[in-house]
């Protein structure tokens, strides 16, 4: 199993950061890898929300399922993602720095099948994909302000 953590302060108030981190619809500004992100439950975005969404990555297209689990708005957004690949867990935590916000992030990835073998290489690519995506996400949202 990969754990892949880290943080990052944004220059944002924590309710902003949060509805805008909560709603996947948001990830294809931010994420050149997300192809397609698709509400597939019914009423507000909460706990039990579920998405199928797509990124491409090495001129391959992966599928996922992803799950709200954990919806504490503005503090506590927890996600399982499925996907043939592999099942990640994931916990993103929101809190007051200055009059912006810092966001942790904290993830598992279990590997399927012969990916399992190539944990530490999974871990080191998995914690530059996310600070990578979290930064043009910070840009992104500070640039809004």
Excluded at 30 to 48: Q, S
Excluded at 53 to 82: D, I, K, N, Q, Y
Excluded at 83 to 104: C, K, N, V
Aim: hydrophobic share 40%; net charge positive.
């Amino acid at each position: 199993m990969a754990v892949i953590r880290g943080e990052i302060v944004i220059d944002r108030p924590v309710d902003v950061v949060f509805d805008y981190v909560a709603d996947p619809a948001n990830e294809p500004a931010y994420n050149p890898h997300m192809v397609r992100v698709e509400k597939v439950t019914a009423g507000p975005v909460g706990p039990g929300s579920r998405f199928r969404s797509a990124v491409a990555t090495g001129g391959r297209t992966a599928e996922m399922l992803v799950e709200f689990t954990r919806f504490e708005r503005p503090r506590l957004l927890v996600s399982a993602t499925t996907m043939r690949q592999a099942d990640i867990s994931y916990a993103l935590t929101f809190e007051p720095a200055g009059d912006g916000t810092r966001m942790h992030w904290s993830g598992r990835v279990r590997p399927k099948g012969a990916l399992r073998l190539l944990g530490p290489l999974i871990t080191w690519l998995g914690r530059r994909q996310e600070r990578r995506i979290w930064t043009s996400m910070k840009s992104h949202l500070e640039r809004q302000a």
